[in-house]
């Protein structure tokens, strides 16, 4: 059904206009029009020349204009009858304005390149002038230089190595590895360290400085139950300030959340935990893409489980590679 | 000599302020008890701990069966907590019991019904003969009652010593032990307490391994007349 829908939709469809010819062609399939004669056509040349007339008059004078005379003997003898050239595109100059021998001319007519008149040159000329002299009275005015060729691809530049001290970096580090560690109490009072491996992302990286930390850690220290530690995930968002130079030290609030598993008397709990902090340290730039990152701050985390929110204030200590 | 800063008090009151907020609280869920004649006191966290029953001079916990929070249904406490004095009418049997929801009475799975102590339960401790606990002179020594309940336990329950009958500290007339019970499967640890009014005994019960940090730190917590094991 859709084929037969579609065929005679293509029966309906008209056969489009046949496109007109491009410029500087003829059409094969179409007869030209007939030309009427301007002119009537000169009686026949005898082939054998004169004295006076070179053997050869298909080569043109390199210079020079062309005398009326020898250029309507030339035309009489080299152009073809009609005016009309065989492109079918109107003569629009008089062929003795034409620059050249009267031979090319012709032969550029004949393969639909119009000559070059005197306005196109004048018009050319009048380009590639010199604004300066484009005022000038044409009596003054120099001999129009030749155009030049000139590349307009360039080489490849050698590449610049600094020979010098390299210059500061304008940002700090892309990614930081680090360690961080703190220590609070857990519920029964002992002491608990919580040793954190963090990456951190550096979102803003120049004057202001923003980021995301995100921190795995293990309890440690008396609380510790060697394969049962207590774990905790948390994801930070860091916003601050710094100088980037070969030492960036930079000053920044941090605050996450995240989850917390405990365990105490073999039983397993998971619950929350929020994080707010201070941290200021400076970013050593040992490299062009090596650091070393130093801080410390304040920390307190808010730990809430089936017994409630708690909380601890603690001194954090966080070195890290930057990268 | 400059004038100290107008802004210095401020910055003091700030100082303080900072620091009380940063002291830290004392931890949701703790929980202190203390005896009515104020020999006896504990500290315990709630949860895990739940009360089951408390009394002038005595005191019962439970650690129900839970994983992050979900707990089973029908299952048995993991944990079994008893702080009472050394009576007679009171017995560690009923807490295994309770464990072992009621599998393995004394009659079933006795390894011996004499009443006397194998000789592996002092551990050595004692050296020599093997000693016989007394159940007359038990209510005054903590190594007695400790004894007792050991050789009692096995006998009526099966199992092994995991920690012999010893002291617990060096200079405290405390008494411990752990024994591993047969049927049911259950752990038991107790410590034995002088006082002026006879023994007190602490006996933990559970299905897991109570030579722990947690249970240490709350021993560590236990104060039976100005004696707690450090």
Not at chain 1, 96 to 109: E, F, H, K, L, W
Not at chain 1, 269 to 284: N, P, S
Request: with cysteine; glycine share 10%.
């Amino acid at each position: 059904m859709i084929a037969a829908a579609a065929a005679l939709w293509a029966l309906s469809v008209p056969e489009p206009p046949p496109l007109p010819p491009d410029p500087g062609t003829v059409p094969a399939a179409r007869p030209s029009p007939p030309v009427p004669a301007v002119r009537p056509s000169p009686p026949p040349v005898p082939r054998t020349p004169p004295a006076s007339v070179p053997a050869s008059r298909t080569v043109a004078p390199a210079a020079g204009p062309t005398p009326p005379a020898a250029a309507s003997h030339a035309r009489s003898v080299d152009a073809p009858a009609s005016p009309v050239p065989a492109s079918g595109a109107p003569e629009r100059a008089a062929p003795d304005r034409a620059v050249g021998a009267p031979v090319a001319a012709a032969a550029s007519v004949a393969r639909g390149i119009r000559p070059a008149t005197e306005a196109d040159l004048a018009r050319d000329r009048a380009v590639l002038q010199p604004p300066s002299a484009r005022g000038a009275s044409a009596r003054t005015q120099p001999p129009p230089a030749r155009p030049v060729a000139r590349r307009t691809a360039l080489a490849p530049l050698p590449v610049l190595r600094a020979r010098g001290r390299r210059p500061p970096p304008a940002r700090s580090a892309v990614f930081v590895v680090g360690y961080r560690v703190f220590t609070i109490h857990d519920r029964l009072r002992r002491s608990q360290s919580w040793h954190f491996a963090s990456v951190e992302a550096g979102l803003l990286r120049r004057y202001v400085r923003l980021g995301l930390l995100t921190e795995v850690g293990a309890e440690g220290g008396e609380a510790a139950r060697g394969d049962r530690n207590d774990f905790m995930v948390v994801q930070k968002v860091g916003l601050g300030a710094q100088v980037p130079h070969f030492v960036t030290p930079f000053v920044e609030v941090q605050g996450g959340v995240g989850l917390v598993r405990t365990e105490l008397f073999e039983r397993n709990d998971l619950g929350w935990v929020a994080t707010v902090g201070v941290e200021g340290g400076a970013q050593w730039a040992v490299a062009r893409f090596f650091r070393i990152h130093l801080a410390a701050g304040w920390i307190r985390p808010y730990l809430k489980d089936a017994a409630g929110v708690r909380r601890a204030d603690s001194f954090t200590f966080r070195v890290g590679l930057g990268f | 000599m400059a004038s100290p800063s107008p802004r210095l008090p401020g910055t003091v009151v700030f100082a303080a302020a900072l620091l009380a907020g940063c002291a830290e609280p004392p931890s949701p869920g703790m929980r202190a008890w203390t005896s009515d004649d104020g020999a006896v006191s504990l500290v315990y966290l709630a949860p895990p701990w739940t009360e089951v029953s408390a009394g002038p001079d005595r005191l019962t916990l439970r650690i129900d069966a839970e994983v992050f929070g979900v707990a089973f249904s029908d299952a048995p406490p993991t944990h079994l907590f008893s702080l009472a004095p050394a009576g007679v009418d009171t017995s560690v049997l009923d807490l295994v019991e309770t464990i072992g929801r009621g599998g393995g009475t004394g009659s079933e799975s006795a390894a011996g019904s004499s009443g006397a102590a194998p000789p592996w339960v002092t551990g050595g401790t004692t050296g020599g003969a093997d000693p016989a606990p007394d159940a007359s002179a038990a209510l005054g020594d903590p190594f007695q009652v400790a004894l007792l309940d050991a050789s009692t336990l096995l006998s009526a329950h099966g199992g092994k010593v995991d920690e012999a009958v010893t002291r617990a500290g060096d200079d405290l007339p405390v008494a411990t032990f752990q024994v591993v019970l047969a049927a049911p499967e259950a752990f038991v640890r107790g410590f034995y307490y002088p006082s002026a009014r006879g023994v007190v005994r602490v006996v933990f019960v559970s299905i897991f391994d109570l030579r722990s940090p947690d249970v240490d730190a709350m021993v560590r917590t236990i104060d039976v007349e100005g004696r707690a094991i450090p």
